[in-house]
């Protein structure tokens, strides 16, 4: 097993063999939110150990932060806030 943690969001990410499993999914990357994800090979598996924004949703919202600066709002709810107070 390989464990790293990620410079960028500060995420723990490991690396396991799983000979047991479907050769498709032998290598799996997970997280510490507990998401995982199989892959074919070690090489590829490694590609993904270097991205779990790629793989993860949590991950991925770190990792949006960290880039943009800023969280997204969310989607469908925000004409409510067009019409009302007003800040002093
Ligand atoms: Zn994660």
Not at 64 to 83: H, I, L, N, V, Y
Request: with cysteine.
């Amino acid at each position: 097993m390989i464990t790293r943690r990620n410079r960028l969001i500060g995420v723990e990410v490991s690396l396991y063999e799983m000979p047991e499993e479907d050769p498709e999914c032998r290598w799996q990357t997970d997280c510490s939110h507990g998401n995982c994800v199989g892959h074919r090979t070690k090489k590829l598996a490694m590609s993904f150990l270097a991205v779990p924004w790629e793989w993860c949703e949590e991950c991925s919202a770190l990792h949006e932060a960290k880039t943009k600066g800023a969280a997204e709002s969310s989607p469908g709810a925000s004409a409510a806030a067009a019409s009302g107070g007003v800040q002093g």
